[in-house]
T-cell receptor, first 115, second 116 residues
Framework: EDQVTQSPEALRLQEGESSSLNCSYTVSGLRGLFWYRQDPGKGPEFLFTLYSAGEEKEKERLKATLTKKESFLHITAPKPEDSATYLCAVQAWRYSGGSNYKLTFGKGTLLTVNP | GAGVSQTPSNKVTEKGKYVELRCDPISGHTALYWYRQSLGQGPEFLIYFQGTGAADDSGLPNDRFFAVRPEGSVSTLKIQRTERGDSAVYLC??????????????FGPGTRLLVL
């Protein structure tokens, strides 16, 4: 069974204080790893997809990296508007039963950036 | 519209009642997904449609839950004999589909269901 564990559960930063969020995963075969941002009362907003170990993607103050066991979301010089819950999800190759397309999510990391 | 839309945004019902939740995907997206998110948890997969057919319904918790997509666009999630444990946010997502090579699922705002 696919498993995704995110840490820490909550993180409080001062504006400008860089940090990283962790996503550890266990899948039979990784098809893709996805990062989403979710604001209170809203649906998840897509950030990145990573497909293979060593891959990196960047968007503004965010950078996502991937290894064979985990992914990191690095936040450089965060601003208060970066405050949100960050969700990690995996999509796995399924060789018997089920589809290749469903996402298995972690519980998320609640990030708060204080001004 | 530009994104996935879901109606109603909020639904309050009584235990034992029947509810329908609607999802309108992004135009041109052939794949549609339903997820359920409880407080403090990540979204949990329910069902996946490719076109009009349910390609994977392995996440539906029991036979009180049913979903349809008769014309390959709008989908309805139906819950019979609702229970208090069904209270959650029901999220819909869509993507271009398996032949596109584009796997990204785009989510709607969700329907917040409260069963009293």
């Amino acid at each position: 069974e696919d498993q995704v564990t995110q840490s820490p559960e909550a993180l409080r930063l001062q504006e400008g204080e860089s940090s990283s969020l962790n996503c550890s995963y266990t899948v039979s075969g990784l098809r893709g790893l996805f990062w989403y941002r979710q604001d209170p009362g809203k649906g998840p907003e897509f950030l990145f997809t990573l497909y293979s170990a060593g891959e990196e993607k960047e968007k503004e103050r965010l950078k996502a990296t991937l290894t064979k066991k985990e992914s990191f979301l690095h936040i450089t010089a965060p601003k208060p508007e970066d405050s949100a819950t960050y969700l990690c999800a995996v999509q796995a190759w399924r060789y018997s039963g089920g589809s290749n397309y469903k996402l298995t999510f972690g519980k998320g990391t609640l990030l708060t950036v204080n001004p | 519209g530009a994104g996935v839309s879901q109606t109603p945004s909020n639904k309050v019902t009584e235990k034992g009642k029947y509810v329908e939740l609607r999802c309108d995907p992004i135009s041109g997206h052939t794949a549609l997904y339903w997820y359920r998110q409880s407080l403090g948890q990540g979204p949990e997969f329910l069902i996946y449609f490719q076109g009009t057919g349910a390609a994977d319904d392995s996440g539906l918790p029991n036979d009180r839950f049913f979903a349809v997509r008769p014309e390959g666009s709008v989908s309805t999630l139906k819950i019979q004999r609702t229970e208090r444990g069904d209270s959650a946010v029901y999220l819909c997502a869509s993507s271009l589909g398996p032949t596109s090579g584009q796997e990204t699922q785009y989510f709607g705002p969700g329907t917040r269901l409260l069963v009293l």
